[in-house]
Protein backbone atom coordinates (compact mmCIF):
# COMPACT_ATOMS: atom_id res chain seq x y z
CA UNK A 1 0.00 0.00 0.00
CA UNK A 2 0.96 3.62 -0.77
CA UNK A 3 -0.35 7.12 -0.03
CA UNK A 4 -2.62 8.66 -2.56
CA UNK A 5 -0.99 11.33 -4.48
CA UNK A 6 -2.62 15.14 -4.22
CA UNK A 7 -5.67 14.43 -6.46
CA UNK A 8 -8.33 17.23 -7.09
CA UNK A 9 -11.72 18.14 -5.32
CA UNK A 10 -15.33 17.88 -6.32
CA UNK A 11 -18.38 18.00 -4.22
CA UNK A 12 -18.62 14.56 -2.10
CA UNK A 13 -22.32 14.63 -0.98
CA UNK A 14 -24.95 16.15 1.72
CA UNK A 15 -22.22 14.91 4.13
CA UNK A 16 -19.85 17.09 3.41
CA UNK A 17 -18.53 20.17 1.27
CA UNK A 18 -15.37 18.76 -0.38
CA UNK A 19 -13.03 16.03 -0.24
CA UNK A 20 -9.76 15.41 -1.88
CA UNK A 21 -9.23 12.32 -3.68
CA UNK A 22 -7.13 10.60 -6.04
CA UNK A 23 -7.49 11.83 -9.65
CA UNK A 24 -8.40 8.14 -10.84
CA UNK A 25 -11.04 7.59 -8.59
CA UNK A 26 -14.73 8.86 -9.51
CA UNK A 27 -17.75 9.93 -6.90
CA UNK A 28 -21.06 7.87 -8.32
CA UNK A 29 -24.03 7.59 -6.79
CA UNK A 30 -26.00 4.56 -5.87
CA UNK A 31 -28.61 5.23 -8.47
CA UNK A 32 -25.18 5.24 -10.74
CA UNK A 33 -23.47 1.98 -10.15
CA UNK A 34 -26.75 -0.02 -9.61
CA UNK A 35 -30.15 -0.79 -9.39
CA UNK A 36 -32.39 0.40 -6.84
CA UNK A 37 -35.04 -2.43 -5.69
CA UNK A 38 -37.42 -2.06 -2.95
CA UNK A 39 -39.69 -4.63 -1.15
CA UNK A 40 -43.34 -5.33 -0.21
CA UNK A 41 -45.54 -7.70 2.57
CA UNK A 42 -47.93 -10.47 1.64
CA UNK A 43 -51.22 -10.29 3.01
CA UNK A 44 -50.78 -10.98 6.41
CA UNK A 45 -54.29 -12.47 6.86
CA UNK A 46 -53.29 -15.21 3.87
CA UNK A 47 -52.07 -18.14 5.29
CA UNK A 48 -51.20 -19.84 2.05
CA UNK A 49 -48.46 -16.30 1.36
CA UNK A 50 -46.81 -17.69 4.30
CA UNK A 51 -44.59 -20.29 6.04
CA UNK A 52 -43.22 -20.87 2.43
CA UNK A 53 -39.63 -21.73 1.60
CA UNK A 54 -38.54 -18.15 0.04
CA UNK A 55 -36.19 -15.95 2.58
CA UNK A 56 -38.11 -13.02 3.30
CA UNK A 57 -36.41 -10.03 5.58
CA UNK A 58 -37.18 -7.82 7.77
CA UNK A 59 -34.79 -4.71 9.37
CA UNK A 60 -34.59 -6.53 12.33
CA UNK A 61 -32.94 -9.46 10.35
CA UNK A 62 -30.26 -7.02 9.72
CA UNK A 63 -29.97 -5.85 13.10
CA UNK A 64 -29.73 -9.29 15.02
CA UNK A 65 -26.98 -10.75 13.00
CA UNK A 66 -23.39 -9.08 13.66
CA UNK A 67 -22.22 -10.55 10.13
CA UNK A 68 -21.66 -8.81 7.43
CA UNK A 69 -23.38 -11.53 5.06
CA UNK A 70 -26.98 -12.37 5.75
CA UNK A 71 -28.20 -16.27 5.31
CA UNK A 72 -31.72 -16.72 7.00
CA UNK A 73 -34.51 -14.66 7.74
CA UNK A 74 -37.33 -15.11 10.53
CA UNK A 75 -39.99 -15.42 8.21
CA UNK A 76 -40.39 -17.25 5.03
CA UNK A 77 -42.81 -16.29 1.84
CA UNK A 78 -44.80 -18.69 -0.85
CA UNK A 79 -43.98 -18.23 -4.44
CA UNK A 80 -47.91 -17.38 -4.49
CA UNK A 81 -47.18 -14.60 -1.76
CA UNK A 82 -44.20 -13.39 -4.24
CA UNK A 83 -46.65 -13.17 -6.82
CA UNK A 84 -49.35 -11.14 -5.25
CA UNK A 85 -47.03 -8.61 -3.32
CA UNK A 86 -44.50 -5.91 -4.13
CA UNK A 87 -41.83 -8.39 -3.18
CA UNK A 88 -39.18 -9.39 -5.10
CA UNK A 89 -36.37 -12.45 -5.28
CA UNK A 90 -32.77 -10.33 -5.09
CA UNK A 91 -30.41 -12.87 -5.98
CA UNK A 92 -26.93 -13.71 -3.77
CA UNK A 93 -24.56 -11.34 -3.78
CA UNK A 94 -25.94 -7.96 -3.24
CA UNK A 95 -26.67 -5.32 -1.10
CA UNK A 96 -29.94 -5.73 1.61
CA UNK A 97 -30.42 -1.84 2.41
CA UNK A 98 -33.04 -0.88 5.21
CA UNK A 99 -34.09 2.17 4.52
CA UNK A 100 -37.44 2.37 6.89
CA UNK A 101 -37.31 2.25 11.02
CA UNK A 102 -34.06 0.83 11.06
CA UNK A 103 -32.17 3.01 8.99
CA UNK A 104 -28.82 2.54 7.49
CA UNK A 105 -28.09 -1.31 7.95
CA UNK A 106 -26.21 -3.28 5.12
CA UNK A 107 -25.74 -6.75 4.40
CA UNK A 108 -24.68 -8.96 1.54
CA UNK A 109 -27.25 -11.81 0.90
CA UNK A 110 -25.68 -15.29 0.31
CA UNK A 111 -29.13 -16.64 -0.79
CA UNK A 112 -31.67 -15.52 -2.88
CA UNK A 113 -34.52 -13.71 -1.10
CA UNK A 114 -36.97 -10.90 -0.41
CA UNK A 115 -37.42 -8.32 1.75
CA UNK A 116 -40.25 -5.59 3.26
CA UNK A 117 -41.22 -2.35 1.85
CA UNK A 118 -38.45 -1.42 4.86
CA UNK A 119 -35.45 -1.98 2.46
CA UNK A 120 -33.79 -0.21 -0.85
CA UNK A 121 -31.63 -3.24 -2.25
CA UNK A 122 -28.73 -2.09 -4.22
CA UNK A 123 -27.98 -4.31 -7.19
CA UNK A 124 -24.53 -3.73 -8.39
CA UNK A 125 -23.51 -3.03 -12.04
CA UNK A 126 -20.32 -5.30 -13.46
CA UNK A 127 -18.30 -2.39 -13.20
CA UNK A 128 -18.64 -2.26 -9.47
CA UNK A 129 -17.61 -4.99 -6.27
CA UNK A 130 -20.36 -5.95 -4.14
CA UNK A 131 -17.95 -6.27 -1.03
CA UNK A 132 -16.58 -2.45 -1.41
CA UNK A 133 -20.20 -0.67 -1.60
CA UNK A 134 -20.44 -2.72 1.58
CA UNK A 135 -17.66 -0.92 3.29
CA UNK A 136 -18.43 2.26 2.06
CA UNK A 137 -22.18 1.82 3.25
CA UNK A 138 -20.67 0.99 6.59
CA UNK A 139 -18.04 4.05 6.85
CA UNK A 140 -21.50 6.34 6.29
CA UNK A 141 -24.07 4.41 8.24
CA UNK A 142 -23.63 7.01 11.02
CA UNK A 143 -24.66 9.82 8.58
CA UNK A 144 -27.59 7.96 6.83
CA UNK A 145 -30.25 9.88 8.92
CA UNK A 146 -29.50 13.03 7.65
CA UNK A 147 -31.49 11.61 3.99
CA UNK A 148 -34.13 10.41 6.46
CA UNK A 149 -37.68 12.20 7.14
CA UNK A 150 -41.11 10.80 8.54
CA UNK A 151 -42.97 11.33 11.99
CA UNK A 152 -44.08 7.92 12.85
CA UNK A 153 -40.47 6.69 11.53
CA UNK A 154 -37.81 7.70 9.59
CA UNK A 155 -37.24 6.25 6.05
CA UNK A 156 -34.88 6.89 3.00
CA UNK A 157 -37.36 6.97 0.15
CA UNK A 158 -35.86 5.46 -3.40
CA UNK A 159 -34.98 8.37 -4.72
CA UNK A 160 -32.60 9.59 -1.98
CA UNK A 161 -31.29 6.34 -1.88
CA UNK A 162 -30.32 6.55 -5.27
CA UNK A 163 -28.62 10.12 -4.54
CA UNK A 164 -26.12 8.86 -2.13
CA UNK A 165 -22.44 9.44 -2.92
CA UNK A 166 -19.45 7.42 -2.70
CA UNK A 167 -15.76 8.11 -4.07
CA UNK A 168 -14.90 4.69 -6.03
CA UNK A 169 -11.97 3.64 -7.83
CA UNK A 170 -11.95 3.25 -11.34
CA UNK A 171 -10.40 -0.28 -11.75
CA UNK A 172 -12.74 -2.50 -10.21
CA UNK A 173 -9.73 -4.91 -9.46
CA UNK A 174 -8.20 -2.11 -6.72
CA UNK A 175 -12.21 -1.79 -5.73
CA UNK A 176 -11.34 -5.44 -4.82
CA UNK A 177 -8.33 -5.38 -3.37
CA UNK A 178 -9.60 -2.73 -0.79
CA UNK A 179 -12.50 -4.90 0.26
CA UNK A 180 -9.89 -7.94 0.44
CA UNK A 181 -8.23 -6.26 2.93
CA UNK A 182 -10.99 -4.98 4.78
CA UNK A 183 -12.55 -8.52 4.59
CA UNK A 184 -9.53 -10.39 6.09
CA UNK A 185 -9.72 -7.92 9.13
CA UNK A 186 -13.18 -8.91 9.52
CA UNK A 187 -12.26 -12.30 9.35
CA UNK A 188 -10.00 -12.19 12.04
CA UNK A 189 -11.94 -10.27 14.13
CA UNK A 190 -14.40 -12.92 13.96
CA UNK A 191 -12.11 -15.53 14.92
CA UNK A 192 -11.59 -13.83 18.08
CA UNK A 193 -14.88 -13.68 18.48
CA UNK A 194 -15.33 -17.39 18.24
CA UNK A 195 -12.51 -17.71 20.57
CA UNK A 196 -14.07 -15.59 23.40
CA UNK A 197 -17.84 -17.34 22.92
CA UNK A 198 -15.61 -20.44 23.53
CA UNK A 199 -13.60 -19.45 26.21
CA UNK A 200 -17.01 -17.91 28.34
CA UNK A 201 -18.80 -21.06 27.58
CA UNK A 202 -15.74 -22.94 29.51
CA UNK A 203 -16.23 -20.05 31.98
CA UNK A 204 -19.54 -21.05 32.67
CA UNK A 205 -19.09 -24.68 32.76
CA UNK A 206 -16.03 -24.12 35.13
CA UNK A 207 -18.15 -21.93 37.25
CA UNK A 208 -21.31 -24.26 37.48
CA UNK A 209 -19.28 -26.98 38.46
CA UNK A 210 -16.53 -25.39 40.76
CA UNK A 211 -18.52 -22.75 42.27
CA UNK A 212 -21.22 -25.08 43.59
CA UNK A 213 -19.39 -28.72 43.53
CA UNK A 214 -16.10 -27.70 45.00
CA UNK A 215 -12.46 -29.63 43.80
CA UNK A 216 -12.85 -33.12 43.48
CA UNK A 217 -15.60 -33.42 45.90
CA UNK A 218 -17.41 -36.99 47.05
CA UNK A 219 -19.38 -36.18 49.52
CA UNK A 220 -22.11 -33.96 49.24
CA UNK A 221 -25.17 -32.33 51.23
CA UNK A 222 -28.42 -31.54 50.39
CA UNK A 223 -29.35 -27.87 51.60
CA UNK A 224 -32.70 -25.46 51.12
CA UNK A 225 -31.70 -22.79 48.47
CA UNK A 226 -33.96 -19.71 47.17
CA UNK A 227 -37.84 -20.80 46.63
CA UNK A 228 -37.51 -23.82 48.55
CA UNK A 229 -35.69 -25.51 46.47
CA UNK A 230 -33.01 -28.23 47.52
CA UNK A 231 -29.46 -27.74 46.06
CA UNK A 232 -26.26 -30.36 46.53
CA UNK A 233 -22.46 -29.03 48.04
CA UNK A 234 -19.69 -30.43 49.65
CA UNK A 235 -20.17 -31.41 53.02
CA UNK A 236 -17.47 -29.60 54.22
CA UNK A 237 -18.50 -26.08 52.65
CA UNK A 238 -20.82 -23.54 54.80
CA UNK A 239 -23.55 -21.30 53.63
CA UNK A 240 -23.20 -18.18 55.14
CA UNK A 241 -25.12 -14.67 54.53
CA UNK A 242 -22.86 -11.98 52.98
CA UNK A 243 -23.24 -9.28 55.64
CA UNK A 244 -21.76 -12.08 58.13
CA UNK A 245 -19.04 -12.81 55.46
CA UNK A 246 -17.93 -9.12 55.87
CA UNK A 247 -16.62 -6.07 57.98
CA UNK A 248 -18.75 -3.81 56.08
CA UNK A 249 -20.79 -3.33 53.03
CA UNK A 250 -21.45 0.73 52.56
CA UNK A 251 -22.53 2.48 49.34
CA UNK A 252 -20.75 5.61 48.00
CA UNK A 253 -22.05 9.42 48.49
CA UNK A 254 -26.14 9.78 47.71
CA UNK A 255 -25.19 13.32 46.49
CA UNK A 256 -23.52 14.29 42.93
CA UNK A 257 -20.11 16.13 43.94
CA UNK A 258 -18.48 19.05 42.31
CA UNK A 259 -16.87 17.63 39.23
CA UNK A 260 -13.46 19.04 38.70
CA UNK A 261 -11.04 18.90 35.26
CA UNK A 262 -8.41 17.48 38.05
CA UNK A 263 -8.62 15.58 40.81
CA UNK A 264 -9.50 12.33 42.65
CA UNK A 265 -11.34 9.67 40.69
CA UNK A 266 -14.85 9.45 41.41
CA UNK A 267 -16.47 6.21 40.09
CA UNK A 268 -20.01 5.07 39.11
CA UNK A 269 -21.38 2.04 37.75
CA UNK A 270 -20.61 3.32 34.20
CA UNK A 271 -16.79 2.84 34.74
CA UNK A 272 -16.48 -0.29 36.85
CA UNK A 273 -18.74 -1.82 33.08
CA UNK A 274 -15.39 -1.22 31.26
CA UNK A 275 -12.10 -3.54 31.54
CA UNK A 276 -9.70 -2.25 32.00
CA UNK A 277 -11.30 1.24 33.47
CA UNK A 278 -10.66 4.17 31.41
CA UNK A 279 -9.21 6.53 33.70
CA UNK A 280 -8.96 8.96 31.43
CA UNK A 281 -12.75 9.23 30.92
CA UNK A 282 -13.82 9.23 34.81
CA UNK A 283 -15.35 11.77 36.52
CA UNK A 284 -12.89 14.10 38.93
CA UNK A 285 -13.47 15.37 42.65
CA UNK A 286 -11.47 18.13 44.86
CA UNK A 287 -8.83 16.15 47.39
CA UNK A 288 -10.88 18.31 49.84
CA UNK A 289 -14.27 16.46 49.00
CA UNK A 290 -12.86 13.11 48.51
CA UNK A 291 -11.37 13.31 52.36
CA UNK A 292 -14.40 13.91 53.23
CA UNK A 293 -16.64 11.27 51.64
CA UNK A 294 -13.85 8.70 52.66
CA UNK A 295 -15.02 9.37 56.28
CA UNK A 296 -18.15 6.77 55.11
CA UNK A 297 -16.95 5.02 52.49
CA UNK A 298 -13.24 4.24 51.98
CA UNK A 299 -12.18 2.34 48.97
CA UNK A 300 -8.85 -0.25 49.38
CA UNK A 301 -7.07 -2.47 47.79
CA UNK A 302 -8.50 -6.28 47.42
CA UNK A 303 -12.51 -4.73 48.48
CA UNK A 304 -14.98 -5.21 46.14
CA UNK A 305 -17.24 -3.04 44.14
CA UNK A 306 -20.87 -3.85 43.69
CA UNK A 307 -23.43 -1.93 41.35
CA UNK A 308 -26.85 -1.77 43.08
CA UNK A 309 -28.70 0.95 40.91
CA UNK A 310 -29.40 0.87 37.10
CA UNK A 311 -27.84 -2.12 35.82
CA UNK A 312 -27.47 -4.56 39.02
CA UNK A 313 -24.70 -7.15 39.62
CA UNK A 314 -21.36 -6.49 38.25
CA UNK A 315 -18.89 -7.25 40.36
CA UNK A 316 -15.03 -5.37 40.22
CA UNK A 317 -12.25 -5.91 42.28
CA UNK A 318 -10.00 -2.89 43.55
CA UNK A 319 -7.11 -4.38 42.18
CA UNK A 320 -5.51 -1.11 42.30
CA UNK A 321 -3.40 1.05 45.38
CA UNK A 322 -4.54 4.86 43.82
CA UNK A 323 -7.50 6.06 46.02
CA UNK A 324 -10.92 6.91 44.64
CA UNK A 325 -14.27 7.67 45.66
CA UNK A 326 -17.29 6.19 44.51
CA UNK A 327 -21.19 7.11 43.66
CA UNK A 328 -24.21 5.49 45.65
CA UNK A 329 -25.17 3.24 42.86
CA UNK A 330 -21.65 1.52 43.74
CA UNK A 331 -21.93 -0.53 46.98
CA UNK A 332 -18.39 -0.73 48.78
CA UNK A 333 -17.67 -4.49 50.45
CA UNK A 334 -14.35 -5.01 52.99
CA UNK A 335 -14.46 -8.81 53.64
CA UNK A 336 -13.10 -10.89 56.35
CA UNK A 337 -11.08 -12.26 54.25
CA UNK A 338 -10.06 -15.19 56.92
CA UNK A 339 -13.36 -16.40 56.28
CA UNK A 340 -13.68 -15.57 52.46
CA UNK A 341 -11.40 -14.19 49.79
CA UNK A 342 -12.03 -11.44 47.68
CA UNK A 343 -11.07 -13.24 44.21
CA UNK A 344 -13.13 -16.59 45.67
CA UNK A 345 -16.24 -13.85 46.19
CA UNK A 346 -16.08 -12.14 42.82
CA UNK A 347 -15.95 -15.07 40.99
CA UNK A 348 -19.31 -16.32 43.37
CA UNK A 349 -21.20 -13.14 42.57
CA UNK A 350 -21.32 -13.64 38.86
CA UNK A 351 -23.11 -17.21 39.53
CA UNK A 352 -26.86 -17.77 38.88
CA UNK A 353 -27.16 -18.62 42.25
CA UNK A 354 -26.46 -14.89 43.26
CA UNK A 355 -28.70 -13.73 39.93
CA UNK A 356 -31.67 -15.26 40.95
CA UNK A 357 -31.20 -13.77 44.38
CA UNK A 358 -31.01 -10.29 42.60
CA UNK A 359 -34.31 -11.14 40.64
CA UNK A 360 -36.18 -11.72 43.99
CA UNK A 361 -34.74 -8.80 45.86
CA UNK A 362 -34.57 -6.04 43.26
CA UNK A 363 -37.01 -3.41 43.11
CA UNK A 364 -38.78 -4.16 39.67
CA UNK A 365 -40.84 -0.55 39.21
CA UNK A 366 -38.63 2.58 37.67
CA UNK A 367 -35.27 2.16 38.04
CA UNK A 368 -33.83 -1.20 39.32
CA UNK A 369 -32.23 -0.98 42.30
CA UNK A 370 -30.70 -3.45 45.35
CA UNK A 371 -30.50 -1.79 49.16
CA UNK A 372 -27.48 -2.23 51.03
CA UNK A 373 -29.99 -4.63 53.70
CA UNK A 374 -30.54 -6.97 50.65
CA UNK A 375 -26.80 -7.24 49.65
CA UNK A 376 -25.71 -8.31 53.04
CA UNK A 377 -28.81 -11.15 52.88
CA UNK A 378 -27.35 -12.82 49.88
CA UNK A 379 -26.80 -16.21 50.66
CA UNK A 380 -23.21 -17.30 49.96
CA UNK A 381 -21.09 -20.66 49.82
CA UNK A 382 -18.33 -20.80 51.42
CA UNK A 383 -15.58 -23.51 50.90
CA UNK A 384 -12.45 -23.81 52.93
CA UNK A 385 -9.84 -21.08 52.44
CA UNK A 386 -7.31 -23.11 50.31
CA UNK A 387 -10.40 -24.39 48.09
CA UNK A 388 -11.39 -21.16 47.81
CA UNK A 389 -7.77 -20.27 46.48
CA UNK A 390 -7.53 -23.00 44.12
CA UNK A 391 -11.08 -22.17 42.67
CA UNK A 392 -10.42 -18.55 42.40
CA UNK A 393 -7.28 -19.38 40.42
CA UNK A 394 -8.97 -21.22 37.83
CA UNK A 395 -11.81 -19.20 37.15
CA UNK A 396 -9.10 -16.22 37.09
CA UNK A 397 -7.14 -17.92 34.30
CA UNK A 398 -9.38 -17.62 32.17
CA UNK A 399 -10.61 -14.38 32.63
CA UNK A 400 -7.21 -13.48 31.79
CA UNK A 401 -7.41 -15.27 28.49
CA UNK A 402 -10.85 -14.14 27.99
CA UNK A 403 -9.55 -10.48 28.55
CA UNK A 404 -6.87 -10.53 26.37
CA UNK A 405 -8.82 -11.67 23.76
CA UNK A 406 -11.16 -8.96 24.07
CA UNK A 407 -8.25 -6.07 24.27
CA UNK A 408 -6.95 -7.72 21.03
CA UNK A 409 -10.26 -8.22 18.70
CA UNK A 410 -10.87 -4.29 20.46
CA UNK A 411 -7.50 -3.18 18.85
CA UNK A 412 -8.41 -4.97 15.93
CA UNK A 413 -11.33 -2.82 15.30
CA UNK A 414 -9.90 0.40 15.97
CA UNK A 415 -7.29 -0.79 13.13
CA UNK A 416 -10.24 -1.50 10.95
CA UNK A 417 -11.98 2.09 11.54
CA UNK A 418 -8.77 3.24 10.78
CA UNK A 419 -8.28 1.90 7.47
CA UNK A 420 -11.77 2.03 6.20
CA UNK A 421 -10.95 5.81 6.67
CA UNK A 422 -7.81 5.65 4.67
CA UNK A 423 -8.60 3.35 1.91
CA UNK A 424 -11.93 3.71 1.02
CA UNK A 425 -11.00 7.65 0.48
CA UNK A 426 -8.06 7.05 -1.42
CA UNK A 427 -6.17 8.48 1.21
CA UNK A 428 -3.78 5.64 1.17
CA UNK A 429 -3.63 3.28 -2.14
CA UNK A 430 -3.07 -0.21 -2.97
CA UNK A 431 -1.71 -1.62 -5.95
CA UNK A 432 -4.91 -2.24 -8.28
Not at 53 to 75: F, G, V
Not at 215 to 242: A, N, R
Not at 308 to 322: A, Q
Not at 409 to 426: A, C, D, H, R
Request: charged share 25%; with cysteine; net charge positive.
Amino acid sequence: MAKAKPGYKLELSNFQQYEEIPDNWSLKTLGEVGAIVGGGTPKTTVSEYWDGDILWASPSDLTNIKENYIDDTERKITQKGLDESTAKIIESGNLIFSSRATVGECKINTKPLATNQGFQNIIPKKDYDNLFIFYAMLLNKIKFVRFAYGTTFLEINKNNVKKIKIIFPEEKSEQQKIASILSNVDKLISSYEYRITLSKKLKNGLMQKLLIKGIETKKFQKIKWLFQKEIEIPVHWEVQLLGNTSRKIIDGTHFTPNYVEQGIPFLRVTDIQKFPIDWNSVKRISLEEHNDLIKRCNPEKNDILYSKNGTLGIPRLVDWEDEFSCFVSLCLIKLKQDVITSDFLIQFLKTNLIKKQIIKRSKQLGVPNLHLEEIREFQILIPPIPEQQKIASILSNVDEKINDLESKKSNLEKIKKGLMQKLLTGQIRVAA
